[in-house]
């Protein structure tokens, strides 16, 4: 296992994009601590905990494909020092010579009969555009998104969601079943998001009542800033002076 799982990490770090999006940096980093939580051999992912915390490892920004290889071949090597094992050349180049290449298994051409479920082809409920952030928050959400308009209103609603969970856990806005109904509520038409996040507003308004005076509080600092702009410009006559 261990060895097909090191294939298959060097061969993703190899094929990650130049310029990577937000949402593959946010994926890669995931991985990685997917690895963490739930690698399957059990003593090599408490190993790898603490491997994760090696100096040389960070930070770990995954903004370049360069990057990338190198960080998963040091992170390799620092297993095979664990183990005994001789350490491997990071160099992207040599990186590239063995892990850039075509994965070979896959076929292009479907070949599921046109009597199977997707008739050969995938279209119907299984289209739309990928979002890797959306699925990782909501799947059912992913799942009712089949044009880039829906996935924009689809990340809306998860934003306001999450919003509305935030608050939720700070300040007890909403019950759990009602969070429940905002969702399914806005995710079957989402021109109900505007109602809810006037709700939201609404209920919240105490609560911002009380940052709206912290704010008056802060206008009240800035009488500390002019005594502070006073007192340079003191400094500067007086300097005048001298
Ligand atoms: C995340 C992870 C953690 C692990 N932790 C442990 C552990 O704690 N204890 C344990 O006993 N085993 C652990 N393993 C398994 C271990 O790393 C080896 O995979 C296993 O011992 C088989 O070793 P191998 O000699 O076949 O070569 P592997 O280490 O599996 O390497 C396979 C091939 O990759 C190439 N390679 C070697 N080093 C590098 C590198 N730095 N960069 C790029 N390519 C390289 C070489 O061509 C090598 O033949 C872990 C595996 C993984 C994926």
């Known amino acids: 296992m261990g060895r097909r799982s090191w294939f298959l990490f060097h061969s993703m770090a190899a094929k990650y994009p130049e310029y990577p999006s937000e949402d593959d940096i946010q994926a890669m980093h995931n991985l990685v601590a997917?690895?963490?939580?739930?690698?399957?051999?059990?003593?090599?992912?408490?190993?790898?905990?603490?491997?994760?915390?090696?100096?040389?490892?960070?930070?770990?920004?995954?903004?370049?494909?360069?990057?990338?290889?190198?960080?998963?071949?040091?992170?390799?090597?620092?297993?095979?020092?664990?183990l005994g094992k001789p350490q491997f050349d990071c160099n992207p180049f040599a990186l590239d010579l063995v892990y850039l290449k075509d994965c070979g298994e896959c076929d292009p051409r479907k070949k599921a009969p046109k009597s199977s479920k997707t008739g050969g082809k995938l279209d119907g409920p299984r289209t739309g555009p990928?979002?890797?952030?959306?699925?990782?928050?909501?799947?059912?959400?992913?799942?009712?998104?089949?044009?880039?308009?829906?996935?924009?209103?689809?990340?809306?609603?998860?934003?306001?969601?999450?919003?509305?969970?935030?608050f939720n856990d700070l300040f007890g806005v909403f019950s759990k079943s009602e969070l429940r109904l905002v969702e399914a509520e806005i995710t079957e038409s989402p021109?109900?998001?505007?109602?809810?996040?006037?709700?939201?507003?609404?209920r919240l308004g105490p609560e911002l009542e009380v940052f709206r005076v912290e704010e008056d509080d802060d206008e009240d600092d800035d009488d500390w800033?002019?005594?502070?702009e006073e007192s340079e410009r003191g400094d500067e006559t007086h300097r005048d002076e001298l």
Not at 225 to 228: P, V
């Open 34 to 82: 997917t690895l963490g939580q739930l690698y399957p051999c059990k003593l090599c992912r408490l190993h790898l905990r603490e491997q994760l915390r090696d100096p040389s490892l960070l930070p770990v920004t995954f903004s370049s494909r360069t990057e990338t290889t190198t960080w998963w071949c040091k992170l390799h090597n620092i297993v095979n020092a664990d």
């Open 130 to 166: 990928w979002d890797s952030y959306l699925y990782s928050r909501d799947e059912l959400l992913f799942s009712s998104v089949k044009t880039p308009g829906d996935q924009l209103i689809a990340r809306d609603i998860s934003d306001l969601i999450s919003a509305m969970t935030v």
């Open 191 to 202: 021109e109900l998001r505007n109602k809810w996040f006037d709700e939201l507003m609404i």
């Open 225 to 228: 800033d002019d005594w502070g």
